[in-house]
């Protein structure tokens, strides 16, 4: 069974730019879930897609936002990239709530110069 | 807000010798505790869930155990393979999740 997927591997943009991160789930998952991962720091709860609906976000400003497709696939976009915007993005995914197990993907690493 | 305290932030081990990691937390109305493995340039792997105070769950090596205010991870006769960071996560009643910032293992052959 093909774990999550995530693309890109690496993003270099340049501050003020916009990102793209895109993530797909496990086969039969339904949620997914964003987080992101400065270096040194622990993960950061971004958002949280359920049947294609915004179900919760964490305290992220609101250029931080996304989408989930009839797919159940998820697009994290970012925009007015700011420096310390720079961090792994990691994708979850997982069965439906209300008791998940999240499954994690490789990681986005972004980088804003 | 919700607050996940790990300790210790690092732990050298020599390979058998047994040891616990710590995971403290303040919650408002509990889900679910998790527990994860990270490797160096990886995603967190998934390794235990735990609901309700008193539960205990197990793993080759590890062992997860939950009261209602912490959780231990306890390593039995850890290999160097065990070697990673490990992470607790809980899931609160407002449906967020929030991570402690790991624990980085290091066991020595």
């Known amino acids: 069974e093909a774990g999550v997927t995530q693309s890109p591997t690496h993003l270099i943009k340049t501050r003020g730019q916009q990102a793209t991160l895109r993530c797909s789930p496990i086969s039969g998952h339904t949620s997914v879930y964003w987080y992101q991962q400065a270096l040194g720091l622990g993960l950061q709860f971004l958002l949280w897609?359920?049947?294609?609906?915004?179900?919760n976000r964490g305290n992220f400003p609101p250029r931080f936002s996304g989408r989930q497709f009839p797919n159940y696939s998820s697009e994290l976009n970012v925009n007015a990239l700011e420096l310390e915007d720079s961090a792994l993005y990691l994708c979850?995914?997982?069965?439906?709530?209300?008791?998940?197990?999240?499954?994690f993907g490789p990681g986005t690493r972004l980088t804003v110069t | 807000e919700d607050q996940v305290t790990q300790s210790p932030e690092a732990l050298r081990l020599q390979e058998g010798e047994s040891s616990s990691l710590n995971c403290s937390y303040t919650v408002s109305g509990l889900r679910g505790l998790f527990w994860y493995r990270q490797d160096p340039g990886k995603g967190p792997e998934f390794l235990f869930t735990?609901?309700?105070a008193g539960e205990e769950k197990e793993k080759e090596r590890l062992k997860a155990t939950l009261t209602k205010k912490e959780s231990f991870l306890h390593i039995t006769a850890p290999k160097p393979e065990d070697s990673a960071t490990y992470l607790c996560a809980v899931h609160d009643n407002f449906n967020k999740f929030y991570f402690g910032s790991g624990t980085k293992l290091n066991v020595k052959p």
């Open positions: 979850a995914s997982s069965l439906h709530s209300p008791r998940p197990e999240q499954y």
């Open positions: 897609y359920d049947e294609g609906e915004e179900r």
């Open positions: 735990l609901y309700s």
